[in-house]
């Protein structure tokens, strides 16, 4: 078929590649292949239901360590730490039905998920846990991003200790589970530009351990991006990738100022980019991937519960869209769970879905090898 005749949402453009980091090449499992023909039997079935989306191999561009804690894993550290927790937990960590869909309240979890990082053996653990159940929902590459401030500030951890604890972490759950992880090291714009420029570097010190790039979160709405700029171009230099989280809580201006400044290869949501046409083009013509994370935006109030989610809008738009979890503990979904609501939900054909997340493994910021590799394997499972 001429590539004028297929719709705009299932082209990609491969954005440029800068300096990459190798490590070694993984053979596909049978598992892998196991997956094909499990995703061949389930095509008839419908596609509202999630268990039909757990065969796909998944790859998730936009997960958040500090939003994968188990609830039974913080009611054990809680009683390990003597730390007094109401029995009620789940509500203080989870969005709850009937929660009201704010801003406020989603990251009102985060303050107290974060009276939980109490030892070494805490970050190790919770760590584990979140690549391996990324594992149990057959995701292929997890890039789990953290804020290690955030790990450091509970019991004033050296932020180079909570690197390495994360990256030995990622790294043994990665061989022992089967899936392959990158990790982004998150710094907020609330917090000065020193201190996101020495986590920078911790990074880029670990660029062989698995970091994979650096991100900027926050709040956009109230904390420019501006002061960070030469730490991006510093994080590029060292042959680190960049994603900002930007046209979440901000407008479509910040998105632009990400590609035209910053010059990010990836936008964390980014789901505000169609206010603006001159954003909208210039995404499209740099190839920008967007990663979007349907259920977060929905409850955070990003999106507001009269409107509709604009993913089926981006694409149409030819936007290359990933779909993505975010926290998926708080949100208490997973990534079965977002291919369900993307298709069921917002009407976006399961073969369109499946080019996302072929879009997601070919913007994944592995090292070229193991991205070819996965690539290939996404193609070959999903009969592309």
């Not at 999630?50 to 054990?76: A, C, N, Q, S, W």
Request: with cysteine; aromatic share 6%; proline share 5%.
């Amino acid at each position: 078929m001429p590539s004028s005749a297929v719709p705009a949402w299932t082209r990609w453009r491969r954005p440029q590649r800068r300096r990459t980091i190798r490590s070694p090449p993984r053979s596909r499992s049978l598992a892998a292949r196991k997956n094909a023909n499990d995703i061949r039997l389930t095509v008839a079935r419908s596609f509202t239901d999630t268990d039909v989306f757990r065969p796909f191999p998944k790859v998730d561009l936009h997960r958040h360590l500090e939003g994968t804690l188990r609830i039974e894993t913080m009611l054990e550290i809680a009683r390990a730490h003597a730390i007094t927790v109401p029995a009620s937990l789940s509500g203080l960590v989870q969005v709850q039905d009937g929660d009201p869909q704010t801003f406020q309240n989603f990251l009102a979890k985060f303050n107290t998920l974060r009276l939980f990082y109490r030892s070494p053996e805490v970050i190790h653990r919770i760590t584990r846990e979140a690549v391996e159940d990324a594992a149990k929902d057959n995701v292929r590459y997890l890039e789990l991003r953290f804020t290690p401030v955030a790990l450091s500030r509970a019991e004033r951890f050296p932020l180079h200790d909570v690197m390495n604890w994360v990256a030995d972490s990622a790294r043994e759950a990665a061989k022992k589970f089967k899936v392959k992880v990158g990790l982004i090291a998150s710094v907020n714009r609330h917090e000065s530009p020193e201190l996101a420029e020495q986590v920078t570097w911790l990074a880029a010190e670990h660029f062989k351990d698995g970091m994979v790039g650096i991100d900027l979160a926050g709040n956009e709405a109230e904390y420019p991006a501006q002061p960070f700029l030469g730490i991006f171009k510093e994080a590029r230099q060292a042959g680190l990738h960049t994603t900002i989280h930007a046209g979440e809580w901000g407008g479509a201006q910040n998105v632009r100022e990400a590609i035209e400044s910053f010059d990010v290869e990836r936008i964390g949501h980014g789901v505000r980019t169609l206010e603006d046409s001159y954003t909208t083009a210039l995404a499209k013509e740099h190839g920008t991937v967007f990663e979007v994370c349907v259920t977060s935006n929905m409850q955070s109030g990003v999106i507001p519960a009269s409107q509709k989610h604009p993913l089926p809008k981006m694409m149409e738009a030819g936007l290359n869209v990933t779909v993505n979890s975010d926290d998926p503990s708080i949100s208490r979904i997973n990534l079965s769970h977002e291919y369900r609501v993307v298709c069921a939900e917002l009407g976006v054909p399961v073969d369109a879905l499946k080019q996302r997340i072929l879009a997601a493994a070919q913007a994944s910021f592995l090292p070229e090898k193991d991205k070819n590799d996965l690539v290939k394997s996404v193609k070959k499972e999903l009969k592309l």
